[in-house]
């Protein structure tokens, strides 16, 4: 619902600092303007002004562009007919970027479709989210009014095989270089052309998940930014962070740079315009907020992300990490007799984790006022109703004023960068290596320096160089290497 109705009148600080419009009906979404209140501390970050002409100029976009106009029936024509920019492009011809949600987890599925967005600003493209399942109508409330980001499915859209494109699909830009159907010239100030100057084809498919090879990734380079804006459908497939990745294009840099003065509040920034949970989801988070949190003076946040193919659902090792790093750092009330700053009844813990056990550990550790939401034993695709309780849980551990979370969890990630608050972070084997760990890591945890989420795969080509960069984490003074995962990087 995007009612045009006035709206009640709206706080700065309901507003996030001019980050969102006013011309929504509050009742349509009740979490866009009722988040904020959720937020004990003063706002550490406000958006900068050009951030909020940016998302005021987006907005307008995404209305004149959306479906059901008529830039929009004529986009679609030029997939069904297979022409790109031949139809001589109009001055209100519209570019989009699809965002191909698939089978992640929740988490993978949220900060790829930030990175979309941010992306969809940066180059004017309407954003438009095909969804997994139906998850995202049911997951989340319209973010730009008056028209929709779902893209219409079913018979209408040409394509029908969106799901389906991977690393091997011949529509891809990797593909497409290996083809050479993009032409290189040689030479130090060679430029790239399509083939036989031919016009760009109607769409490009853009392999950005874990999985994108050298030549996906060439999508980082000036050369490959800009051959895609000719480019009527821009089509992605990521379950990655790829924000950091876009500073480091020389031509998209300075418009990021002028939209986010502070490069450690740039998911933050985005995340709180973008996400807001579907009324459903909403109420779950609200009713459980006041039935077990809202009493609390001070609400620690413990995220507790154990794979199966690492180590069995339950493990002592976790569980001694977690509790190792709490006493180090005074984030819960020893039963020692050390403690934060905060009584314990003025104290409450939430606990996130597929399993109960942690849970009932450290409610034994601590005394009472300890809690957790779910325990949903196993991840699940496609499962709207579990999602949804992953989707509350995020932003349940979001109003906590301090927050121990999983290393190289995105679950974790979204909580934090909704937060804005930087983590204790512990750290932990990627899941693809077979032997658990044996022994609690030392130190079991850190305070790290951002709030940002990791981007873990970027591209250590260097275009501009035309070699790997000595450093990717050297390269600018905001962009530095993961503390969580070595060979990503993070905004500071
Ligand atoms: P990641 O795998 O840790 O990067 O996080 P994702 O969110 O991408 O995938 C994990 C999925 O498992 C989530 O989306 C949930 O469906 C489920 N899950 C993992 N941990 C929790 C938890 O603490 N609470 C709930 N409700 N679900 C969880």
């Not at 980001?149 to 394509?159: A, E, I, M, Y």
């Not at 000036?222 to 876009?246: A, C, F, I």
């Not at 020692?336 to 849970?359: C, E, H, I, K, R």
């Not at 022994?439 to 275009?463: I, Q």
Request: glycine share 8%.
């Amino acid at each position: 619902g995007s009612e045009n109705a006035t709206p009640a009148n709206l706080t700065d600080d309901q507003l996030l600092g001019g980050l969102l419009t006013a011309a929504f009906s509050p009742q349509s979404c009740r979490s866009r303007y009722e988040f904020a209140g959720y937020h004990k501390r003063k706002p550490a970050h406000t958006p900068s002004p050009y951030l909020v002409a940016k998302l005021r100029k987006h907005e307008a976009l995404q209305k004149r562009c959306g479906p059901g106009t008529a830039p929009y029936e004529k986009a679609l024509r030029q997939l069904k007919f297979g022409d790109g920019a031949a139809a001589a492009a109009g001055d209100d011809d519209c570019r989009y970027l699809v965002s191909i949600s698939y089978n992640r987890g929740l988490g993978n599925r949220i900060i790829a479709i930030v990175s979309a967005f941010l992306y969809a600003v940066l180059t004017e493209r309407a954003l438009l989210v095909a969804p997994y399942n139906g998850d995202v109508a049911a997951l989340f409330c319209e973010p730009f009014p008056a028209t929709t980001w779902l893209l219409p499915d079913g018979r209408r859209f040409p394509l029908r095989h969106l799901p389906d494109l991977n690393g091997k699909s011949k529509e891809s830009l990797g593909a497409l270089l290996k083809n050479n159907v993009i032409s290189v010239a040689a030479g130090v100030n060679g430029t790239s052309s399509w083939s036989g100057g031919r016009p760009p084809p109607p769409y490009v498919y853009l392999h950005l998940d874990g999985g994108a090879d050298y030549h996906d990734k060439l999508f980082y380079c000036d050369e490959q930014q800009r051959l895609l804006r000719g480019v009527p459908w821009l089509l992605m497939k990521t379950d990655s962070y790829l924000v950091p990745g876009l500073f480091l294009v020389p031509s998209l840099r300075g418009e990021l740079e002028r939209m986010f003065p502070e490069k450690d509040a740039v998911f933050h920034h985005l995340s709180r315009y973008l996400l807001h949970p579907a009324n459903a989801v909403w109420h779950a988070i609200t009713a459980y907020h006041s039935d077990h949190l809202a009493g609390a003076g001070h609400l620690v946040g413990i995220q507790i992300r154990v794979y199966h193919k690492e180590t069995p659902p339950v493990s002592q090792v976790a569980l001694d990490q977690v509790l190792s790093c709490a006493r180090r750092e005074k984030l819960l009330p020893a039963s020692s007799g050390t403690m934060t700053n905060t009584s314990s009844s003025d104290q409450a813990v939430l606990v996130t984790s597929l399993s109960s056990w942690y849970y009932e550990k450290i409610r034994d550790e601590v005394g009472g006022g300890v809690h957790q939401p779910s325990h949903e034993g196993l991840q699940r695709m496609g499962d709207t109703a579990h999602d949804m309780r992953a989707l509350s849980e995020m932003f349940l551990l979001s109003t906590c004023d301090a927050l121990l979370t999983t290393g190289f969890s995105t679950f974790g990630y979204v909580a934090q960068g909704l937060a804005g608050v930087r983590p204790w972070i512990m750290p932990r084997r990627p899941w693809w290596e077979k032997e658990a760990a044996t022994v609690v890591p030392d130190p079991p945890c850190a305070r790290v320096a951002t709030p940002e989420p990791c981007f873990h795969s970027p591209s250590y080509y260097d275009c501009a160089a035309r070699r790997n960069y000595d450093d990717i984490g050297k390269e600018l003074p905001y962009v530095r290497r993961c503390e969580d995962v070595s060979w990503g990087i993070q905004l500071v």
